[in-house]
């Protein structure tokens, strides 16, 4: 079985500082990898995926995330916080069978101080 | 620009209504899916849906139904409505077999029972 781990449940970083959401994975085979974003009130937005290929996948709005399988890591950065940027951040994997499901982390919360 | 639609932003039920919480996507997929989100818990999955007709209890379907007569329509039903399903609903939607794609999510039902 697949899971995924973000420890913390909340962090808070200055406007301009480096934003660094942790997620790590637990999974037999290599996933594929995904984080969202959710804005209050809204649904999640897809922010960049890990499929194969380049372990450093860019994302919208200036995140990034880097895909490590050595340390079964899926981190999101972003080398400087916006205000904008305050939200959820959930990471996701999924196996590469068919039909198989989403599984998503219990989602932390970025706020950023002025 | 693809879209799920949930029929409701804002919904207030009372206790032992049936209600019913609609899901439309226009992208022709095969996959739909049902989450509730509550604070510290994450996203957690209902049921599901490979295809008309058919649909897969998730992981806490205890006092819900769903219903897919349509590919594009499932529809999130609760028989008799209790306080401890006052919650934020989304549903998500995508291809069969895409396993490198995530899920396209709608805005979410924020349904308040009292």
Same mark, same amino acid.
Request: hydrophobic residues 35%; aromatic residues 12%; proline residues 4%.
């Given at each position: 079985a697949q899971s995924?781990?973000?420890?913390?449940s909340?962090?808070?970083?200055?406007?301009?500082?480096?934003?660094?959401?942790?997620?790590?994975y637990s999974s037999s085979v290599p996933p594929y990898l995904f984080w969202y974003v959710q804005y209050p009130n809204q649904g999640l937005q897809l922010l960049l995926k890990y499929? /194969? $290929? *380049?372990?450093?996948?860019?994302g919208i709005n200036g995140f990034e995330a880097e895909f490590k399988k050595s340390e079964t890591s899926f981190h999101l950065t972003k080398p400087s916080?916006?205000?904008?940027?305050?939200?959820?951040?959930?990471?996701?994997?999924?196996? /590469? $069978? *068919?039909n198989s499901k989403l599984t998503?982390?219990?989602?932390?919360?970025l706020s950023v101080r002025p | 620009?693809?879209?799920?639609?949930q029929s409701s932003r804002y919904l207030v039920k009372r206790t032992g209504e049936k209600v019913f919480l609609e899901c439309v996507q226009d992208m022709d997929h095969e996959n739909m899916f049902w989450y509730r989100q509550d604070p510290g818990l994450g996203l957690r999955l209902i049921y599901f849906?490979?295809?008309?007709k058919m649909k897969e209890k998730g992981d806490i379907p205890e006092g819900y139904s769903v219903s897919r007569e349509k590919k594009e329509r499932?529809?999130?039903?609760?028989?008799?409505?209790?306080?401890?399903q006052t919650s934020m609903y989304l549903c998500a939607s995508s291809p069969a077999g895409g396993t490198n794609y995530g899920y396209t999510f709608g805005s979410g039902t924020r349904l308040t029972v009292v």
């Amino acid at each position: 079985a697949q899971s995924v781990t973000q420890l913390g449940s909340h962090v808070s970083v200055s406007e301009g500082a480096l934003v660094l959401l942790r997620c790590n994975y637990s999974s037999s085979v290599p996933p594929y990898l995904f984080w969202y974003v959710q804005y209050p009130n809204q649904g999640l937005q897809l922010l960049l995926k890990y499929t /194969t $290929g *380049a372990t450093l996948v860019k994302g919208i709005n200036g995140f990034e995330a880097e895909f490590k399988k050595s340390e079964t890591s899926f981190h999101l950065t972003k080398p400087s916080a916006h205000m904008s940027d305050a939200a959820e951040y959930f990471c996701a994997v999924r196996h /590469t $069978g *068919a039909n198989s499901k989403l599984t998503f982390g219990k989602g932390i919360t970025l706020s950023v101080r002025p | 620009d693809v879209k799920v639609t949930q029929s409701s932003r804002y919904l207030v039920k009372r206790t032992g209504e049936k209600v019913f919480l609609e899901c439309v996507q226009d992208m022709d997929h095969e996959n739909m899916f049902w989450y509730r989100q509550d604070p510290g818990l994450g996203l957690r999955l209902i049921y599901f849906s490979y295809d008309v007709k058919m649909k897969e209890k998730g992981d806490i379907p205890e006092g819900y139904s769903v219903s897919r007569e349509k590919k594009e329509r499932f529809s999130l039903i609760l028989e008799s409505a209790s306080t401890n399903q006052t919650s934020m609903y989304l549903c998500a939607s995508s291809p069969a077999g895409g396993t490198n794609y995530g899920y396209t999510f709608g805005s979410g039902t924020r349904l308040t029972v009292v």
